[in-house]
Protein backbone atom coordinates (compact mmCIF):
# COMPACT_ATOMS: atom_id res chain seq x y z
CA UNK A 1 0.00 0.00 0.00
CA UNK A 2 1.43 3.18 -0.91
CA UNK A 3 1.60 6.55 1.45
CA UNK A 4 -1.51 8.17 0.12
CA UNK A 5 -3.55 4.43 -0.06
CA UNK A 6 -2.58 4.07 3.88
CA UNK A 7 -3.16 8.11 5.15
CA UNK A 8 -6.29 7.83 3.37
CA UNK A 9 -7.29 4.31 4.74
CA UNK A 10 -6.34 5.76 8.29
CA UNK A 11 -7.93 8.60 7.71
CA UNK A 12 -11.14 7.46 7.15
CA UNK A 13 -10.76 4.54 9.98
CA UNK A 14 -10.29 7.76 11.82
CA UNK A 15 -13.30 9.34 11.20
CA UNK A 16 -11.03 12.48 9.36
CA UNK A 17 -10.53 14.54 6.64
CA UNK A 18 -7.12 15.74 5.07
CA UNK A 19 -5.48 19.30 5.80
CA UNK A 20 -2.30 19.53 2.41
CA UNK A 21 -0.65 22.36 2.88
CA UNK A 22 1.72 23.59 0.19
CA UNK A 23 4.77 25.80 -0.44
CA UNK A 24 6.96 26.68 -3.13
CA UNK A 25 10.33 24.19 -2.27
CA UNK A 26 13.18 26.64 -1.98
CA UNK A 27 10.99 29.52 -0.01
CA UNK A 28 12.00 31.83 1.13
CA UNK A 29 15.10 30.24 0.85
CA UNK A 30 16.62 26.49 1.93
CA UNK A 31 16.75 26.66 5.44
CA UNK A 32 13.75 27.88 5.62
CA UNK A 33 11.62 26.60 3.71
CA UNK A 34 13.04 23.28 5.75
CA UNK A 35 12.10 25.33 8.65
CA UNK A 36 8.70 25.87 7.26
CA UNK A 37 7.88 22.26 6.40
CA UNK A 38 8.72 21.00 10.00
CA UNK A 39 6.25 23.69 11.18
CA UNK A 40 3.66 22.32 8.99
CA UNK A 41 4.41 18.42 10.17
CA UNK A 42 4.60 19.82 13.68
CA UNK A 43 0.97 21.39 12.81
CA UNK A 44 -0.11 17.90 12.16
CA UNK A 45 -0.28 17.78 8.18
CA UNK A 46 -1.50 14.86 6.63
CA UNK A 47 0.31 15.09 3.57
CA UNK A 48 2.32 18.35 1.74
CA UNK A 49 1.97 19.60 -1.57
CA UNK A 50 5.11 21.05 -2.08
CA UNK A 51 5.78 23.42 -5.55
CA UNK A 52 9.04 23.19 -8.05
CA UNK A 53 9.66 26.62 -8.97
CA UNK A 54 8.73 27.47 -12.52
CA UNK A 55 9.00 30.48 -14.86
CA UNK A 56 5.43 30.79 -16.06
CA UNK A 57 3.17 29.34 -12.96
CA UNK A 58 -0.28 29.71 -15.54
CA UNK A 59 -2.18 28.17 -12.76
CA UNK A 60 -1.32 30.36 -9.64
CA UNK A 61 -1.99 33.35 -8.25
CA UNK A 62 0.20 36.55 -7.64
CA UNK A 63 1.18 35.48 -3.73
CA UNK A 64 2.50 31.92 -5.22
CA UNK A 65 3.84 33.45 -8.21
CA UNK A 66 6.31 36.06 -6.31
CA UNK A 67 7.06 33.21 -4.21
CA UNK A 68 8.36 31.23 -7.25
CA UNK A 69 9.70 34.32 -8.98
CA UNK A 70 11.94 34.93 -5.58
CA UNK A 71 13.03 31.29 -6.02
CA UNK A 72 13.99 31.65 -9.34
CA UNK A 73 16.09 34.42 -8.70
CA UNK A 74 17.93 33.01 -5.84
CA UNK A 75 19.18 30.11 -8.59
CA UNK A 76 17.30 27.44 -6.08
CA UNK A 77 17.08 24.51 -9.10
CA UNK A 78 15.20 20.91 -9.62
CA UNK A 79 18.65 19.53 -8.15
CA UNK A 80 17.98 21.45 -5.07
CA UNK A 81 14.23 21.05 -5.06
CA UNK A 82 14.91 16.99 -4.95
CA UNK A 83 18.02 17.44 -2.07
CA UNK A 84 15.22 19.18 -0.27
CA UNK A 85 12.63 16.60 -0.73
CA UNK A 86 15.09 14.19 0.73
CA UNK A 87 15.56 15.93 3.65
CA UNK A 88 11.69 16.42 4.49
CA UNK A 89 11.21 12.45 3.98
CA UNK A 90 14.11 11.74 6.70
CA UNK A 91 11.96 13.88 9.21
CA UNK A 92 8.79 11.92 8.39
CA UNK A 93 9.03 8.53 6.97
CA UNK A 94 5.16 8.15 6.27
CA UNK A 95 3.62 11.11 5.77
CA UNK A 96 2.57 11.55 1.56
CA UNK A 97 4.83 13.89 -0.11
CA UNK A 98 3.07 15.61 -3.64
CA UNK A 99 4.86 17.50 -5.89
CA UNK A 100 3.47 20.18 -8.18
CA UNK A 101 5.10 21.29 -11.28
CA UNK A 102 4.92 22.24 -14.51
CA UNK A 103 5.41 20.03 -17.97
CA UNK A 104 8.04 21.64 -19.09
CA UNK A 105 10.14 20.72 -15.77
CA UNK A 106 9.21 17.44 -16.39
CA UNK A 107 10.40 17.43 -20.24
CA UNK A 108 13.70 19.27 -19.84
CA UNK A 109 14.77 16.52 -17.57
CA UNK A 110 12.82 13.21 -19.30
CA UNK A 111 10.05 12.39 -17.95
CA UNK A 112 11.25 8.55 -17.36
CA UNK A 113 14.49 9.84 -15.34
CA UNK A 114 12.56 13.03 -13.93
CA UNK A 115 10.39 11.01 -11.79
CA UNK A 116 12.69 8.22 -11.31
CA UNK A 117 14.85 11.05 -9.25
CA UNK A 118 11.30 12.23 -7.76
CA UNK A 119 10.91 8.39 -6.18
CA UNK A 120 14.33 8.75 -5.03
CA UNK A 121 14.20 11.58 -3.16
CA UNK A 122 11.27 10.30 -1.44
CA UNK A 123 8.28 11.76 -3.19
CA UNK A 124 5.12 9.96 -3.53
CA UNK A 125 2.61 11.91 -6.47
CA UNK A 126 3.30 14.33 -9.07
CA UNK A 127 0.80 16.77 -10.57
CA UNK A 128 1.46 18.33 -13.62
CA UNK A 129 -0.37 21.35 -13.90
CA UNK A 130 -0.27 22.13 -17.21
CA UNK A 131 -1.15 18.44 -18.36
CA UNK A 132 -4.62 17.87 -19.77
CA UNK A 133 -5.54 14.02 -19.40
CA UNK A 134 -5.96 13.43 -23.40
CA UNK A 135 -2.00 14.47 -23.24
CA UNK A 136 -0.80 12.73 -20.37
CA UNK A 137 -0.85 8.73 -21.15
CA UNK A 138 2.89 8.88 -21.92
CA UNK A 139 4.03 10.79 -18.88
CA UNK A 140 1.20 9.07 -16.66
CA UNK A 141 3.20 5.79 -17.68
CA UNK A 142 6.38 7.00 -16.74
CA UNK A 143 5.69 8.17 -13.49
CA UNK A 144 4.07 4.51 -12.87
CA UNK A 145 6.54 2.94 -13.89
CA UNK A 146 8.82 4.99 -11.27
CA UNK A 147 6.12 3.92 -8.65
CA UNK A 148 4.58 7.97 -8.71
CA UNK A 149 1.27 8.77 -8.11
CA UNK A 150 0.00 10.90 -11.12
CA UNK A 151 -2.33 13.31 -9.59
CA UNK A 152 -4.53 15.55 -11.50
CA UNK A 153 -7.12 18.39 -11.52
CA UNK A 154 -10.87 18.64 -11.63
CA UNK A 155 -12.41 21.40 -12.36
CA UNK A 156 -16.32 22.57 -12.68
CA UNK A 157 -15.87 22.55 -16.34
CA UNK A 158 -14.60 18.93 -16.28
CA UNK A 159 -17.05 16.84 -18.33
CA UNK A 160 -17.69 13.08 -18.15
CA UNK A 161 -15.70 12.15 -20.71
CA UNK A 162 -13.04 13.70 -19.10
CA UNK A 163 -13.74 11.98 -16.08
CA UNK A 164 -13.88 8.55 -16.95
CA UNK A 165 -9.82 9.39 -18.50
CA UNK A 166 -8.88 10.85 -15.07
CA UNK A 167 -10.37 7.16 -13.49
CA UNK A 168 -8.19 5.69 -15.40
CA UNK A 169 -4.76 7.57 -15.42
CA UNK A 170 -5.10 9.16 -11.89
CA UNK A 171 -3.75 7.38 -8.42
CA UNK A 172 -3.26 9.20 -5.11
CA UNK A 173 -5.99 11.69 -4.92
CA UNK A 174 -7.69 14.00 -7.03
CA UNK A 175 -7.48 18.01 -6.72
CA UNK A 176 -10.81 19.41 -7.07
CA UNK A 177 -10.41 23.32 -7.81
CA UNK A 178 -12.78 25.36 -6.02
CA UNK A 179 -13.33 27.75 -8.43
CA UNK A 180 -12.57 28.97 -12.14
CA UNK A 181 -9.47 30.55 -12.45
CA UNK A 182 -5.76 30.95 -10.17
CA UNK A 183 -4.95 29.97 -6.78
CA UNK A 184 -5.21 33.03 -4.00
CA UNK A 185 -6.59 33.32 -0.24
CA UNK A 186 -10.02 34.95 -1.75
CA UNK A 187 -12.84 32.59 0.08
CA UNK A 188 -14.69 32.66 -3.21
CA UNK A 189 -16.08 29.43 -4.72
CA UNK A 190 -18.04 27.90 -7.63
CA UNK A 191 -21.72 27.57 -6.79
CA UNK A 192 -20.91 24.18 -8.85
CA UNK A 193 -18.90 22.72 -6.50
CA UNK A 194 -20.70 20.12 -4.59
CA UNK A 195 -22.10 18.72 -8.40
CA UNK A 196 -18.27 18.42 -9.26
CA UNK A 197 -17.63 16.65 -5.84
CA UNK A 198 -20.56 14.74 -7.01
CA UNK A 199 -19.73 14.05 -10.34
CA UNK A 200 -16.25 13.04 -9.70
CA UNK A 201 -17.12 10.81 -7.00
CA UNK A 202 -19.33 8.55 -8.88
CA UNK A 203 -16.54 8.00 -11.39
CA UNK A 204 -13.27 7.80 -9.78
CA UNK A 205 -12.68 5.99 -6.45
CA UNK A 206 -10.21 8.11 -5.50
CA UNK A 207 -10.12 11.00 -2.58
CA UNK A 208 -11.41 14.17 -3.27
CA UNK A 209 -8.77 17.39 -2.12
CA UNK A 210 -10.43 20.85 -2.73
CA UNK A 211 -8.22 23.71 -3.01
CA UNK A 212 -7.76 27.23 -4.55
CA UNK A 213 -8.99 29.54 -2.33
CA UNK A 214 -9.27 27.00 1.19
CA UNK A 215 -7.34 29.64 3.12
CA UNK A 216 -9.52 29.78 6.22
CA UNK A 217 -10.73 27.32 9.10
CA UNK A 218 -14.35 28.25 7.91
CA UNK A 219 -14.05 27.38 4.18
CA UNK A 220 -12.01 24.32 5.16
CA UNK A 221 -15.20 22.95 6.72
CA UNK A 222 -17.41 24.63 4.34
CA UNK A 223 -15.69 22.27 1.81
CA UNK A 224 -15.79 19.22 3.89
CA UNK A 225 -19.42 19.68 3.80
CA UNK A 226 -19.69 19.62 0.38
CA UNK A 227 -18.05 16.64 0.28
CA UNK A 228 -14.40 16.59 0.26
CA UNK A 229 -12.03 14.28 1.45
CA UNK A 230 -9.99 16.99 2.22
CA UNK A 231 -8.65 20.42 1.75
CA UNK A 232 -5.10 22.18 -0.12
CA UNK A 233 -3.91 25.58 1.44
CA UNK A 234 -0.93 27.50 -0.13
CA UNK A 235 -1.26 31.33 -0.81
CA UNK A 236 -2.45 31.58 2.74
CA UNK A 237 0.57 29.38 4.24
CA UNK A 238 3.22 31.73 2.14
CA UNK A 239 1.42 34.91 3.33
CA UNK A 240 1.98 33.65 6.73
CA UNK A 241 5.49 33.33 6.17
CA UNK A 242 5.93 36.89 4.72
CA UNK A 243 4.11 38.51 7.68
CA UNK A 244 5.52 36.90 10.08
CA UNK A 245 9.24 37.26 9.16
CA UNK A 246 11.90 35.08 11.00
CA UNK A 247 9.66 33.83 13.37
CA UNK A 248 7.03 32.04 10.86
CA UNK A 249 7.81 28.72 12.49
CA UNK A 250 4.84 29.13 15.46
CA UNK A 251 2.48 31.03 13.21
CA UNK A 252 2.53 28.24 10.21
CA UNK A 253 2.78 25.21 13.26
CA UNK A 254 -0.63 26.86 14.72
CA UNK A 255 -2.33 27.63 11.54
CA UNK A 256 -2.29 24.05 10.08
CA UNK A 257 -2.98 22.52 13.97
CA UNK A 258 -6.10 24.97 13.49
CA UNK A 259 -7.01 24.43 9.53
CA UNK A 260 -6.72 20.02 10.49
CA UNK A 261 -9.28 20.82 13.60
CA UNK A 262 -11.24 22.64 11.09
CA UNK A 263 -11.66 19.81 8.64
CA UNK A 264 -12.33 17.74 11.60
CA UNK A 265 -15.06 19.32 12.95
CA UNK A 266 -13.16 19.77 16.18
CA UNK A 267 -13.00 23.82 16.00
CA UNK A 268 -12.99 26.79 13.57
CA UNK A 269 -11.55 30.07 14.62
CA UNK A 270 -10.42 32.87 12.71
CA UNK A 271 -6.78 32.92 11.44
Known sequence: ???????????RQAGRKAFIPFTVLGFPD???CLASIEAMLAGGATALELGIAFSDPIADGPVIQQATHDVLASGFGVDDALALIAQVRQRDADIPIGLLVYHNTVAAREAGRFFADV?????????????????????TAAAKQAGIA?????SPLTDAARLERLAALAEGFLYVVSRLGITGSQTHFDNQLRATLERARAVVDLPLCVGFGVSTPAAAQHMVALGADGVITGSRIIEIIRAAGEDFGPAVEQFCRTMQAAVDGTAVQAV
Not at 1 to 10: K, S, T
Not at 123 to 138: F, S, T
Open 30 to 32: RAR
Open 150 to 154: PIFMV
Open 119 to 139: RAAGADGVLIADLPPEMAHET
Open 1 to 11: MNRYAARFAAL
